[in-house]
């Protein structure tokens, strides 16, 4: 299984509890708000791994507390305390439903790891004006 994560063009995080999308539309998605509503933060870049069938995946989509203290970030000693549980039984990464985000849920992966993972497939900026800047210097203005 492929998954897809927009994060910083320079230090990235990758490893663990990083959140990454089963669809590169979505990663695309985020990347494309984070420059609209985080400019400070820099451009982004789409980064990619895959699940190999020797990692387990923990698929927690259908519990609706679990999918809440991952994704909202407001239980980190119990995120942090579950995300222990499933490591010591030998999982990698949960899979929970994260939204609606516009105007449906998303399956998102989270990284249980501790080693970072990934390789950016392009670098896809986030932000139109650096898209601009990259084209021009390609084309020599």
């Known amino acids: 299984m492929n998954l897809y994560r927009s994060a910083?063009?320079?230090s990235p995080h990758l490893g663990r509890m990083s959140f990454w999308t089963t669809r590169v539309e979505?990663?695309?998605?985020?990347?494309?708000w984070e420059a609209?509503?985080?400019?400070?933060?820099g451009p982004s870049c789409i980064?990619?791994?895959?699940?190999?069938r020797d990692e387990r995946v923990f698929?927690?989509?259908?519990?609706?507390?679990?999918?809440?203290?991952f994704a909202s970030g407001n239980h980190?000693?119990?995120r942090d305390e579950i995300a222990e549980h499933m490591t010591a039984d030998g999982y990698r990464w949960v899979h929970i439903f994260e939204g609606p985000i516009?105007?449906?849920m998303w399956t998102v992966a989270i990284y249980l790891g501790d080693?970072?993972?990934?390789?950016?497939?392009?670098?896809?900026?986030?932000?139109?004006?650096?898209?601009?800047?990259?084209?021009?210097?390609?084309?020599?203005?």
Do not use: K
């Not at 979505?26 to 494309?32: E, K, M, T, V, W």
């Not at 609209?36 to 933060?41: D, K, M, V």
């Open 47 to 52: 980064y990619t791994t895959t699940v190999t």
């Open 76 to 78: 980190r000693e119990l």
């Open 8 to 10: 910083r063009a320079t």
């Open 102 to 104: 516009n105007g449906s």
């Open 115 to 141: 080693t970072p993972r990934a390789a950016p497939i392009s670098h896809e900026l986030g932000s139109p004006s650096l898209v601009r800047e990259a084209v021009a210097s390609l084309i020599g203005r």
């Open 59 to 69: 698929d927690a989509r259908t519990s609706y507390i679990i999918g809440q203290v």
């Open 26 to 32: 979505h990663a695309r998605s985020f990347s494309a």
């Open 36 to 41: 609209r509503a985080l400019p400070q933060r």
